[in-house]
């Protein structure tokens, strides 16, 4: 990707939806409820403090993050469509170790 978020933006890829209800129904793309959860592919440098300092983002690119339902804003990169939005958007981050531990 040749794009690069400035301040404290980051770029998110949107996890995939499920195409299966819990009881096998499969539900068309257009009912389909958007995840909340997507992987960081960028981020910026950081915001800058009252004195002007930068102060770096606690996300990296790789994180697995959870986002509010109306953040950010939807745009298409490299003919992939992509979430850019600022860290304060921002829920929290997935551990996906834990997740495989539970799964086991």
């Known amino acids: 990707m040749k794009f690069r978020p400035l301040h404290d933006r980051v770029v998110i890829r949107r996890a995939e939806g499920d195409t299966k209800s819990k009881g096998g129904i ?10 909340q959860e ?19 983002l606690d996300v990296k690119a790789g994180d697995f993050i ?3 339902k109306w953040s950010g804003t939807e745009v298409k990169i490299d003919g992939e469509d992509l979430l850019i939005m600022k860290e304060a958007d921002i829920m929290g981050v997935i551990d996906k170790t ?3 531990k539970k799964a086991a």
């Open 98 to 100: 834990v997740e495989a």
């Open 26 to 35: 499969i539900i068309p793309d257009n009912a389909k409820e958007k995840p």
């Open 38 to 56: 997507g992987e960081v592919i960028a981020v910026g440098p950081g915001a800058r403090d009252e004195n002007g300092a930068l102060v770096p």
């Open 66 to 68: 959870l986002f509010g």
